[in-house]
Each structure stands twice: as structure tokens, then as C-alpha cells.
């Protein structure tokens, strides 16, 4: 069983920067495509950014590109998002997403991620 664990998420005002970070565990030796969704109150989830498992590949929402940063960590199944710029339109409940990458292809949609973190809210006031 993968488990993703998040953390970072927080309050900060416009104009701000937070770095969310997400850790895949479970399967040794495994390595993951990864990426960010966010969701507000009955909106469906969004893609953020996602990146491949090798780190070569990258794609953002276009309302983040050129603010948001996603990276991964020494760790391969480490995945950081790093924000900055931050508008109250940023704000959301943020979810790490994983997906096997020997298994499934590199996606941008949300249905073909496997494994999902508990979510961390970031609010963003004006």
C-alpha cells in the first residue's frame, strides 16, 4: 500500500510564497509520476502541476505558470511544490498525487492518478 504524506500547507497573505512538500512510502524500489491537485467547496479537483517519475518532465496549470515551481527531491519519491506570488484565488485545499511509473504512463489527469495524500489547506487573504 503507497501512502503519500503532505505537509506545508498554511495562511499567508497576497504576494506570499509556501512550499508544500509530499512523501511516497510503501513500495521499495518503486518510483512515481507525482503531482499537485487542488479543490474548493464543490469545485472539481484541478491539476496544478505534475512532474514524471525521471524529473524530466514537467507541466503546470496555466494559471500557476511562472509562480509555481514543482521539483523533486533527492529522495525520488519526494515531490515539493513551491509557490510564490500567492493570490487569494490560489487559495484551496491542495493534494499530492502519485502514480506508479513503470505501470502507468506520465498524466495530467486527475483519474489516472492511483494514490492520493489527506490534502492540506493553503489560504491565501488579500
Known amino acids: 500500500q503507497v501512502q503519500l504524506v503532505e505537509s506545508g500547507g498554511g495562511s499567508v497573505q497576497a504576494g506570499g510564497s509556501l512550499r508544500l512538500s509530499c512523501s511516497a512510502s510503501?513500495?521499495?524500489?518503486?518510483?512515481?509520476?507525482m503531482g499537485w491537485f487542488r479543490q474548493t467547496p464543490g469545485m472539481v479537483r484541478d491539476l496544478v502541476a505534475t512532474?514524471?517519475?525521471?524529473?524530466?518532465?514537467?507541466y503546470y496549470a496555466e494559471s500557476v505558470k511562472g509562480r509555481f515551481t514543482i521539483s523533486r527531491g533527492y529522495a525520488k519519491n519526494t515531490v515539493y511544490l513551491q509557490m510564490n506570488r500567492l493570490t487569494p484565488e490560489d487559495t484551496a485545499v491542495y493534494y499530492c498525487?502519485?502514480?506508479?511509473?513503470?505501470?502507468?504512463?506520465?498524466?495530467?489527469?486527475?483519474?489516472?492518478?492511483?494514490?492520493w495524500g489527506q490534502g492540506t489547506q493553503v489560504t491565501v487573504s488579500s
Open positions: 498525487a502519485a502514480s506508479d511509473g513503470s505501470t502507468r504512463s506520465w498524466s495530467i489527469r486527475a483519474n489516472d492518478y492511483d494514490y
Open positions: 510503501g513500495r521499495s524500489g518503486s518510483t512515481y509520476n
Open positions: 512532474i514524471r517519475w525521471s524529473g524530466d518532465s514537467y
